[in-house]
């Protein structure tokens, strides 16, 4: 890589008093090039574009100044912080002759990789993390749109995930505008593009992007691509034409339940077929709503609030198969059995809440919005979590993440106090008073070996 | 637990380098700064490879002196590529290498399924043989016809006329100036046109990049849209100027 920037070099910028060292380059691409930089002992990113793509995109300047005084969203943003033109005194240092600009963001955490990692395989994740990565990419887009913003480039290459967490970061935020305000070069990515901006029919916006979050969010859960089934197969080259048919001018989702022309084909797609029955049938109807009615009509695609409804809910009802350990999702009551390994599984304990319940699995966790009609969902403070018996996992218990004490109730009609930070058993327990709100222990009729 | 063992669907993505050695190609160091531009891209062209798991970029190359033969014969993924240095010497059989890319885009052995082809065509100077034949036998294979076709011309004395007949000719569209053939005049400008070719090409021609309004929606004349050429970045260090061939 050339570098436009000279690495080691502390340049002097307008409107910042103190120069920015550059400490290295870390990638580009045909839009500019990041580098890591140092200013006064805090390390941050600098995008620095080239000519032509500022030549290319008369609004960019207009957005960005627009976006550093609209601030982030929420905390998920590499949000720009500040736009950089170089001083008259380090112009001379930037190894090119057109003029140029760039703009200071968070540096990305090491912990955080390219979501392009998990598509392609390469990541250890849970399912879990993926599915709370998923809450997350909604929720941050739910923050978005709400601020009457929009993004307009969703794809795999715009999104960090954190394996271990299941936190998302996402990057190069310098499309996002005013809803409707049309002062943007960007289209979007083909393969994430709606299919009337494909066509050209329409100008991306909050509509257009919640197609694209239910293609990301369907690539992160199924490693698959909704649109690819038997009618890319039938496509030898895919070229430009060929994806402008396949998500354009004739896109038909590969579990459409009305039109199976583009069902997936058992080897090439075996991913589609094997992860799509993991999701609980309320996951799947969103995806059906956006890929199938809200193909063309973009306003009755799933909004965010509704995946970040169907996500969480899908989150509280993860149970663990006894037989294999892997994380199930089906909804209670009827009979279901595990679809990894097929084994039934049991009818879980339940923890029953003033709004929801939540399954007793290791790691499930309770939170504000179980609680409270009017919290919307929000998985970054729970009040509660479930955790297994250190000497026999196969005992749980549920631990107070809260601030406050608990009281806990047996069956035998015992109460003690459960201070924050403890855990109590769950295995006698009929019902806990917590000062957000009761939460009360529900075994199954016939009871299962565990606990 | 771990999320399902299941792997992205993707289709293979063939990069062949069809590279003059002929004597005049032994002047200047010109076939040593080839070796060198090819060599140090490889690392690039892995990392694009990386993040586009929907492509298996698998490269080729062919050499044509006196005789086209095959340098990398089977198709080989980037990250396991040791790039053998060619040596200079004999004419210019270019018909008789774009007849060899003609067999080998042939289905078979090509795939039934795949991305567009890259062929990339470097040369420093003009067909010795049939060049003609060779380019009526490629551009009646379909995959070559899809294929994204570039040339790099090294130095004043190659020609412009052919290579831009590989290549082909594409009218001018909005904004974009017609496609020619890449010169380079020195070892700078060939290395960061190899790595545009091996990076920002294969990029494209993988997994579509990020779209702007200027870009042509409607079906184009090419059938992958080509990348931004690199911006000339200006060395201060180098007071003398690179050598010019």
């Given at each position: ?11 002097g ?27 006064e ?30 601030t ?55 399912l ?49 505008a ?29 509509d ?12 992160l859960?199924?490693?698959h ?5 038997q ?31 583009n ?84 009818e ?17 966790e ?12 929000d998985?970054?403070?729970p ?54 709100g ?14 | ?75 080989t ?62 551009l ?97 260090t ?8």
């Open positions: 890589m050339s570098w436009i920037l000279p690495e080691g070099a502390s340049l910028f307008e409107g910042l008093a103190a120069p920015l060292r550059i400490v290295r380059g870390l990638g580009g691409g045909t839009q500019g090039q990041v580098y890591e930089v140092d200013l002992g805090e390390r941050l990113a600098l995008k620095w574009y080239l000519p032509a793509c500022i030549a290319r995109d008369g609004g960019l300047e207009r957005r960005l100044v627009a976006s550093i005084r609209a982030a969203p929420n905390e998920d943003f590499l949000w720009p912080i500040a736009l950089l033109r170089a001083s008259p005194a380090s112009r001379p240092l930037i190894r090119i002759r057109d003029e140029s600009f760039g703009y200071l963001m968070p540096l990305r955490p090491p912990a955080y990789v390219g979501a392009c990692e998990h598509a392609a395989g390469r990541l250890a994740i849970g879990r993390q993926v599915m709370r990565a998923c809450f997350g990419l909604a929720d941050a887009f739910h923050a978005l749109h709400l601020a009457g913003l929009c993004y307009k480039d969703v794809s795999l290459g715009n999104l960090f995930l954190e394996p271990a967490s299941g936190g998302i970061l996402i990057c190069d935020n310098d499309n996002v005013v809803d409707g305000a049309d002062h943007g070069a960007v289209l979007g990515t083909p393969g994430f593009m709606a299919p009337e901006v494909l066509l050209g029919q329409a100008r991306p916006g909050a257009s992007d919640l197609f694209s979050l239910a293609v990301l969010l369907f690539r859960l199924t490693r691509d909704p649109l690819k089934g009618m890319e197969l039938a496509i030898r080259c895919l070229d430009e034409p060929a994806r402008r048919r396949l998500c354009g001018e004739d896109p038909v989702f590969i579990f459409d339940p009305v039109d199976d022309r069902r997936p084909d058992p080897i090439e797609h075996a991913a589609a077929l094997i992860t799509w029955p993991i999701y609980p049938r309320p996951l799947q109807a969103l995806f059906e709503q956006t890929f199938c009615r809200g193909m063309k009509q973009p306003s009755r695609r799933a909004l965010t609030g509704q995946w970040k409804q169907e996500l969480a809910r899908s989150l509280d009802r993860r149970s663990l198969c006894p037989a294999c350990g892997q994380e199930n999702f089906q909804a209670s009551g009827a009979p279901a059995l595990c679809w990894s390994c097929g084994a039934p599984l049991p879980p304990i339940t923890l029953r809440l003033p709004h929801g319940s939540v399954v007793a699995a290791p790691d499930n309770l939170h504000p919005h179980h609680f409270d009609a009017l919290a919307g969902e998985l970054r403070r009040l509660a979590r479930v955790v297994a018996h250190p000497q026999d996992p196969r005992r749980l218990g549920l631990r107070n993440l809260s601030s406050a004490a608990w009281s806990a109730e047996t069956h035998d009609g015992r109460v003690q106090a459960v201070q924050p930070g403890e855990s109590c058993s769950l295995a006698a327990l009929a019902r806990i008073q917590s000062p957000a009761p939460i009360a222990v529900q075994r199954p009729i016939r009871p299962s070996p565990i606990a | 637990m771990p999320f399902p063992d299941v792997k992205l669907a993707n289709r293979p993505l063939h990069f062949l380098y069809l590279c003059d050695c002929s004597g005049s190609m032994a002047a200047s160091g010109k076939m040593q700064a080839l070796n060198q531009a090819i060599r140090q891209s490889l690392p690039g062209m892995a990392a694009v490879a990386r993040d586009n798991p929907e492509a298996r970029v698998l490269v080729r190359a062919v050499r044509f002196a006196d005789h086209a033969v095959w340098h990398i014969e089977t198709p993924p980037v990250d396991q590529l040791e790039w053998r240095d060619l040596q200079a010497g004999g004419i210019t059989a270019m018909g008789e290498a774009l007849k060899l890319v003609a067999a080998a885009l042939q289905t078979p052995p090509m795939e039934v399924r795949a991305l567009p082809p890259v062929l990339v065509l470097i040369s420093d100077g003009q067909p010795t043989d049939d060049f003609a034949a060779g380019l009526e036998a490629l009646r294979v379909p995959w070559a016809q899809k294929a994204v076709r570039l040339a790099i011309a090294l130095g004043h004395d190659a020609d412009l006329e052919v290579l831009q007949r590989f290549i082909g000719t594409e009218p001018a569209t909005a904004g974009r100036s017609p496609r020619r053939p890449l010169q380079a005049s020195n070892a700078t400008s060939l290395a960061q046109y190899i790595q545009w070719a091996s990076t920002a090409v294969v990029g494209a021609a993988s997994m579509p990049a990020s779209r702007v309004s200027e870009t042509p929606l409607e079906p184009a004349a090419g059938n992958i849209p080509l990348p931004d050429l690199p911006p000339t970045v200006l060395d201060p180098d007071d003398v100027g690179p050598l010019v061939w």
